[in-house]
């Protein structure tokens, strides 16, 4: 028999984070739900088994190894790939990946199509207003130094 109960409210009890009308329909609850009842004690076990577990101690060889490797990267011969010229738009395209990738769970939520379309509108003008800004800020500034050298 599947129980339909809010599961949540076992583990707000267990944390005494639950709100005392819940408490007292969580006891009734339980008192004839033997599924709710046994999920409370796996919960109950798994708490008590987390509580009991010690903290993992690093081995002395890990200290020894994150020197090496902070040691052989500041080291590095840089290659061909390092040189490569990092541009406006290379920085454009990587803001425009992220702010889809953040917005990549709206599509599994109610209204997710509406949430789409808003996402990708936003990224659309979001990539053209970092762009516009950037170029702006290089207007700026050469006109400042223009300027500057000029008095």
Do not use: Y
Not at 34 to 46: N, P, V
Not at 66 to 87: C, I, M, W, Y
Request: hydrophobic residues 40%.
């Amino acid at each position: 028999m599947n129980c339909s109960f809010d599961k949540s409210l076992l583990q707000e009890s267990l944390e005494n984070t639950i709100e005392p009308l819940e408490s007292i329909i969580l006891e009734e609850h339980l008192k004839v739900c033997h599924g709710c009842r046994r999920d409370l004690m796996e919960l109950k076990l798994l708490l008590w088994e987390l509580e009991e577990m010690s903290s993992v101690d690093l081995p002395p060889e890990a200290l020894d190894v994150k020197a090496r490797v902070l040691h052989d990267f500041k080291n590095r011969q840089p290659s061909s790939e390092d040189t490569h010229p990092f541009g406006i738009k290379d920085f454009v395209d990587i803001q425009s990946n992220i702010l889809s990738s953040a917005t990549l769970f709206l599509r599994f939520i109610p209204g997710a199509k509406v949430a789409s379309k808003t996402s990708k509108s936003t990224i659309k003008k979001a990539s053209s207003l970092l762009e516009n800004f950037i170029t702006g800020s290089f207007k700026i500034r050469s006109k400042s130094s223009l300027l500057r050298n000029g008095l």
